[in-house]
């Protein structure tokens, strides 16, 4: 794993450049990341190219030995571009404007903007495209931030229609698909279909769910104009996407398919601040994160395209969530080295130095704005240290036997928008449910991979599926084809492709392979529970959601007023509620013991990875934690970094016998 920082010349001095470039090598960085908001400098008015500055700003990293990310600028249209074609702006639900004046001020579906940005990304590319220090482009910045994928503008109306007139063909079969008939919906042609905002109450969940469908394909169409340009004029550099954390507006695996390497924005503090974890684990980890919202993110986006990465890795305090508190000393290096323990390519810190002028003025870099080093930095270099050890200590030969003692989680953004849609239950929530079950098992010292439906199911130890409303024919064929574990969570199955009930009701499908049929179900208001008491003796609580089931699948767990929560039939195991900690975790324990896997029971805020023959280990609890259980509980080796005492936020990494 190399390390980098991202770096905008575009805010500093020329006669800065040198310095800054030769700084970072010294620091151990071999990595920098360059362009993508820069629109406004390489293009001041249209068709007037200004490369100069970038000429300069790439010879004095390239002298220094740094490789370069180009970053192509589509994430902040110029002025002159956005009064050009005023019509470019997205619309959002209420009918306003997006307007000018921050940035991602477009819409996806607008076809004179796409033309615009192939423009740019081919001047770019034809420019920079063979230059040796240039190993990578990122596509454009973050699709999607502050909420840009869904647009309700005319260029989306139009390409919307078309979209649906190729999906149904004729509008019998979409007012059948979508069950128009209720409340006099039915359309007379696809020319008369309006986006899904505006209506008096809910609209259609089946137009809804379309039109996310398609909002998703019109990301997945935009950025592959840019990529054919950049294969085309620069072929050999890997192209780079960076995602953000939880967010689910677009489907990942689709964008991801299209990258060479898929990357992410790792703000852990500010992930915390901003989503809903409680306020008790918002207060035990405010300087450190919660534990697996750095994991989760690096095991998901490992699973969306070849390679994976971390672009922008938070250095210190960041400016934009509720509060915005400052790291554990340590924890920067923490996080770097979580991120090489879960395979990463590189990892890179958002920003060299901080800016003192505009909105992220707040923000830390790995330098103060005065230059000056800041804690970010100091531990960046601890962290290039570190990663020379690990790569000397590591055994590649070990990576290939893990597989086996893989959990794969199925995480799927359909599942997402279209609980989105349909919630039932104000606190059912698909992608929490998904972390839950992550954190469950990462609790348990698992190495997990999170996939997509498409991924190959053979050779890991268990597959969990958090929820799968709409089982596809295909992906019942791979889960027939297996004898593992196999674990469906609630809701799965409740849904045909047209968001309808099933024939035969939930859970569909699966009812080939497990003889239940969802014949009622509840969802729970705060305070609203069914408790029980499992097999291993725990008390447990139902929150959020129960389904009520019938049929001869054996019940494994229930709860006190008799409902059966967890039943299976062979491999193929159905919880019919939303299991809170205790009982997921008893569930897995069960599980587990049908596979070779050996658990451990970690403690508070301990985490680890297993790669390449090590184990790594990191406290992100407030407490020192002695790692003796789980150095006994596999009889490992030495200790390459850190020691049986592990104070925290610090790493400990162990050499597997
Ligand atoms: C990311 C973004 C960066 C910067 C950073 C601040 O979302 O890609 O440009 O804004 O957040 O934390």
């Avoid at 359909?414 to 098992?441: C, D, I, M, N, R």
């Avoid at 699966?510 to 408790?531: A, N």
């Avoid at 184990?615 to 259980?629: A, E, P, Q, S």
Wanted: hydrophobic share 40%; charged share 20%.
């Amino acid at each position: 794993m190399k390390l980098g920082c991202c770096y905008y010349p575009e805010h500093w001095p020329e006669t800065n450049w040198d310095n800054d470039a030769a700084h970072m090598r010294e620091m151990g960085l071999e990595l920098v990341r360059i362009g993508e908001f820069a629109w406004s400098r390489m293009e001041p008015q249209q068709g007037q190219y200004d490369w100069d500055w970038l000429d300069h700003a790439i010879e004095s990293l390239a002298k220094a030995g740094l490789k370069i990310i180009l970053g192509t600028p589509t994430a902040t249209p110029p002025k002159w571009l956005v009064d050009g074609m005023p019509d470019m702006i997205a619309i959002d639900e209420k009918g306003h404007p997006r307007t000018f004046g921050s940035r991602r001020h477009y819409c996806f579906s607008h076809m004179p903007y796409r033309q615009e940005c192939a423009r740019i990304a081919q001047a770019m590319a034809e420019r920079y495209g063979k230059h040796d220090a240039i190993i990578s482009w990122q596509i454009d910045n973050e699709y999607g931030c502050h909420d840009t994928v869904l647009s309700y503008s005319v260029a989306a109306l139009s390409r919307f229609r078309d979209w649906l007139s190729i999906k149904y063909d004729t509008i019998d079969n979409l007012n059948t698909a979508w069950g128009n008939v209720f409340w006099s919906m039915e359309y007379q042609s696809f020319n008369t279909i309006d986006l899904p905002n505006l209506t008096v109450t809910e609209s259609n969940p089946a137009h809804m769910l379309d039109y996310r469908r398609f909002a998703s394909d019109e990301v997945v169409s935009f950025h592959k104009i840019q990529t054919d340009i950049i294969k085309k004029y620069s072929s050999s550099r890997t192209i780079i996407h960076n995602f953000m954390g939880f967010f689910t507006d677009f489907d990942h695996h689709k964008v991801g398919a299209d990258l060479d390497i898929a990357t992410w924005d790792s703000y852990p503090l500010g992930f915390l601040e901003m989503f809903p974890f409680s306020d008790e684990q918002k207060n035990e980890y405010a300087r450190q994160g919660h534990p697996d919202i750095a994991a989760f993110h690096h095991d998901l986006y490992r699973g969306c395209s070849h390679k994976w990465g971390v672009m922008e890795q938070q250095p210190g305090p960041v400016n934009w969530a509720h509060h915005n508190p400052a790291p554990l000393n340590g924890m920067v290096r923490l996080w770097t080295i979580e991120a090489m323990a879960h395979d990463a390519e590189f990892c890179s810190y958002f920003r060299w130095r901080q800016v003192p002028f505009a909105q992220e003025q707040m923000h830390a870099g790995l330098l103060r704005s005065d230059g000056a080093e800041a804690q970010g930095a100091i531990e960046a270099r601890q962290a290039a240290k570190d990663i020379a050890i690990l790569y000397e200590a590591g055994d590649i030969q070990n990576a290939q036997k893990l597989k086996s003692q893989t959990i794969a989680l199925h995480f799927s953004y359909e599942a997402q928008w279209l609980f989105e849609t349909q919630p039932h239950g104000k606190s059912f929530q698909y992608l929490w449910l998904v972390f839950e079950h992550y954190s469950a098992l990462r609790r348990l010292g698992l190495n997990v991979d999170i996939i997509s439906e498409d991924a190959d199911l053979e050779g890991y130890a268990m597959v969990i599926i958090p929820s799968m409303p709409i089982i596809k024919d295909s992906f019942m064929t791979k889960i027939k084809a297996l004898n593992i574990p196999i674990l469906f969570g609630p809701r799965s199955g409740s849904k045909t492709k047209d968001f309808s009930i099933p024939k035969n009701l939930a859970p569909g499908p699966l009812q080939q392979l497990i003889d239940i049929k969802v014949t009622h179900i509840e969802s729970l208001r705060e305070g609203l529970h069914y408790f029980g008491t499992s097999r291993q003796g725990d008390d447990f609580r139902i929150d959020h959601w129960l389904e009520h089931i019938s049929g001869s699948a054996e019940i494994v767990e229930q709860c006190h007023e008799g409902n059966a929560i967890l039943c299976h039939q062979d491999n193929i195991y159905y919880c019919t509620a939303w299991p809170y900690e205790a009982l997921l975790h008893n569930i897995f324990i069960d599980l587990l013991k049908l596979t070779n896997i050996k658990p451990i029971i970690l403690p508070e805020g301990l985490r680890l990875r297993r790669k390449d023959g090590l184990i790594y280990i990191f406290n992100y609890g407030r407490k020192m934690v002695d790692l003796g259980n789980v150095h006994e509980a596999w009889e490992d080796g030495d200790y390459i970094l850190g020691q049986e005492n592990l104070a925290s936020a610090q790493i400990a990494i162990i050499a597997e016998k």
